[in-house]
């Protein structure tokens, strides 16, 4: 009886422990998630939206410093740049981006981090934010903390999180790529680079979850915990449906989808970084705060960022690029951008 009891026992254990180790409730997710804090967020944020970094102009001395902040960031944590590439750095050339809004602006980078995927290497997750913003004007620091600091120390910190999973053992099974793109201020320029020139094939890119404000609230919806996400269901229904469940059961946010009617005239699934992934077919899902009174002003300050909510939003982003890099099949793309 001894006998077969401990090899069966053993089994079992096993076996369970396969089974729970990539849900939302078992250990490798929460470790994982409770390395999102306000603390790190914050501490990001005031450096990256620091009147050092000079607004952040594209191409500028003052983005430039930023992205050294952010890549030493990475180097601190043990996170490097896709293979492809010998440096973090995808260069976006003046030449490229010199028309229309782009006319006059000097070699840019993107910034591309990347954590190999453990089982479907192939497949890639894009994360992306704009760490660009619009510069000094007349002597006067606009600093860009939501727009889009907020984004860049989301990203930052959600591959802090996915790089603590796979220090434990539990690292994604797809590829993740944190992709911080330049150029967002003067029409899309550095995501648009990077769609012409994509490091992994658009073929293989199974979704964008791009963050572009998060860390403020809109008159509208000042005091409740929300966020809007943009475009989630346009091309697969089942990203919508993982999003969902990762804020049922992770973030518990009011996910508002206001946006997403087709008559709201601001048509925002057009407008931002991840349409240059969706244009590809790539589903993608946009995270974003809304507009308020400090939009585009000198005053988007680090100080004014609801630290609770821009922690809960990146979280969000997490559980969800968390299933997608996961779970057993890819994500199907059903739907079409037309609405
Ligand atoms: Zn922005």
Request: glycine letters at 8%; proline letters at 4%; a neutral charge.
């Amino acid at each position: 009886m001894k006998k077969f009891f401990i090899p069966l026992f053993s089994v079992v254990l096993l076996s369970s422990c396969a089974s729970v180790n990539y849900s939302y409730d078992g250990k490798a997710f929460n470790h994982s998630l409770e390395t999102i804090t306000q603390q790190n967020l914050k501490k990001n944020l005031y450096v990256i939206a620091s009147d050092e970094m000079g607004g952040r102009d594209t191409g500028s001395p003052g983005q430039k410093k930023a992205g050294e902040y952010m890549i030493k960031q990475y180097q601190d944590m043990g996170v490097s740049h896709p293979d492809a590439l010998d440096s973090f750095y995808q260069k976006v050339p003046a030449a490229y981006m010199n028309t229309g809004r782009g006319a006059g602006l000097p070699d840019s980078e993107n910034i591309l981090a990347f954590i190999k995927g453990s089982e479907k290497p192939d497949e890639i997750i894009v994360i992306s934010a704009h760490y660009d913003h619009v510069g000094t004007k007349n002597g006067v620091v606009y600093n860009g903390a939501d727009d889009d600091g907020s984004g860049t120390v989301a990203v930052m910190e959600i591959a802090k999180a996915f790089n603590k999973a796979k220090k434990a053992g539990h690292g994604p099974k797809r590829s993740i790529l944190f992709l911080h793109v330049t150029g967002e201020e003067h029409g899309l320029l550095g995501s648009k680079y990077y769609a012409d020139h994509p490091i992994y094939p658009m073929a293989n890119t199974v979704a964008n979850l791009n963050i572009d404000m998060i860390g403020r609230c809109d008159p509208g919806n000042c005091g409740k915990n929300y966020v809007y996400v943009i475009g989630s269901e346009m091309l697969s229904t089942d990203l919508k449906k993982i999003n969902v469940e990762a804020n049922t059961k992770v973030t518990k946010l009011e996910l508002n989808y206001k946006y997403d009617d087709p008559k709201d005239p601001q048509r925002l699934y057009y407008r931002s970084d991840h349409y240059n992934f969706a244009k590809n077919g790539v589903p993608v899902a946009f995270f974003f705060d809304g507009i308020h009174e400090d939009y585009h002003k000198p005053t988007d300050d680090a100080e004014k960022i609801d630290y609770a909510a821009l922690q809960k939003r990146t979280q969000l982003v997490f559980a969800t690029a968390w299933e997608l890099a996961n779970r057993k099949d890819r994500i199907v793309v059903d739907g079409t951008n037309n609405r």
